[in-house]
């Protein structure tokens, strides 16, 4: 866009997390060093959905009735905010323990994100705190209120006064009309509140770019669904174009193969087809288990029959997507 005249201060881009955020901030930087003399040092409003809402709301606190010095609050102060309410309203005290204040939060956070009633989320994501609907409402309630007292926001509340000041129309043509462009990283990982957002930024999808994985989706516990990226076509049909990037620069291809074979029994999704220049004569083992302590039993057996074998311990690694996958097979070992 910038190498064919797009201004990079009408670009919007957003992602997922801080990190992503700046390591998309600075390849921006560069490229607008590199490839525009005229464009440098102006780079394109580029941040986490987080900041992006943090900046415009200061930008229109007045008319959406927002102190501009207004603060927010990390998750530990909203945890903190959401336990004070808990206690005065005797909550913290009862025979039955009441759920704790990050559970408390997590509920609060996974509601607003998903645009579901609480019962909903109650009975699909926090079951065992069906029996405290009731009272996690005047919670919630009560919570809301301590904040509007302090003139504070927690950051469920950036994306939800975002969207709030999205739904009024002179308010959202404004804030569209800021932007020619808007590009969304790692769109498989946002919730329905984001792309309420986003798809009232660009109505009509034009000038609107996402990228994503539908076969990566694993943040559901923060309220991403993989819906987003599923049905962003059918939002803009038929301007919507699909482009799959199917060449791979990590992995070999017996691994993409083994890949390529799993993603094909998922019942829906963009179909693709990775493959990779790099070759290999080693092919990668597929095994199912039926847990994780099965799981758990296997890689501990291949680890002693490595060894057995005579590969050392210290040559033999074990890989997982997140660290809290670990722990059960840590204790094994």
């Known amino acids: 866009l910038i190498l064919h005249g797009a201004d990079p201060k009408r670009i919007l881009l957003l992602t997922?997390?801080?990190?992503?955020?700046?390591?998309?901030?600075?390849?921006?930087?560069?490229?607008?060093?590199?490839?525009?003399?005229?464009?440098?040092?102006?780079?394109?409003?580029?941040?986490?959905?987080?900041?992006?809402?943090?900046?415009?709301?200061?930008?229109?606190?007045?008319?959406?009735?927002?102190?501009?010095?207004?603060?927010v609050l990390d998750r530990g102060d909203a945890a903190d905010l959401m336990n004070l309410v808990r206690d005065d309203l005797g909550f913290s005290a009862k025979a039955r323990r009441f759920p704790k204040k990050a559970t408390c939060l997590a509920i609060y956070s996974f509601a607003v994100n998903a645009r579901v009633a609480l019962e909903r989320v109650l009975l699909g994501t926090f079951p065992w705190c069906a029996e405290w609907a009731d009272q996690l409402k005047e919670l919630f309630r009560g919570y809301a209120?301590?904040?509007?007292?302090?003139?504070v926001l927690d950051y469920d509340d950036l994306l939800l006064y975002w969207a709030r000041m999205m739904a009024i129309t002179p308010i959202a043509a404004d804030v569209a009309a800021r932007f020619d462009f808007v590009l969304v990283d790692e769109y498989q990982d946002t919730n329905a509140l984001q792309a309420e957002i986003l798809l009232r930024l660009k109505p009509d999808g034009r000038g609107i770019t996402v990228v994503g994985d539908d076969a990566q989706s694993i943040y559901g516990f923060r309220a991403a669904t993989v819906r987003n990226i599923l049905e962003f076509p059918g939002h803009f049909e038929p301007a919507a174009a699909v482009l799959r990037l199917?060449?791979?620069?990590?992995?070999?291809?017996?691994?993409?193969?083994?890949?390529?074979?799993?993603?094909?029994?998922?019942?829906?999704?963009?179909?693709?087809?990775?493959?990779?220049?790099?070759?290999?004569?080693?092919?990668?083992?597929?095994?199912?288990?039926?847990?994780?302590?099965?799981?758990v039993d296997y890689v501990v057996r291949q680890i002693l029959d490595n060894r057995e074998a005579g590969l050392a311990l210290r040559e033999q690694a074990v890989l997982f997507r997140t660290g809290h996958h670990s722990g059960r097979l840590e204790l094994e070992l």
């Open 246 to 295: 199917e060449q791979n620069y990590r992995s070999t291809q017996p691994i993409l193969d083994a890949a390529n074979a799993v993603m094909r029994l998922a019942p829906e999704g963009f179909a693709k087809t990775l493959r990779s220049a790099r070759r290999s004569p080693q092919k990668p083992v597929l095994a199912t288990v039926r847990d994780e302590t099965a799981q």
């Open 145 to 151: 209120a301590a904040k509007q007292a302090q003139r």
């Open 16 to 71: 997922f997390t801080r990190r992503a955020a700046e390591e998309m901030s600075r390849r921006v930087a560069r490229i607008c060093a590199e490839s525009r003399a005229d464009a440098a040092g102006e780079v394109a409003w580029s941040g986490t959905f987080h900041a992006i809402a943090n900046r415009l709301l200061r930008l229109y606190s007045e008319p959406i009735g927002l102190d501009p010095a207004f603060t």
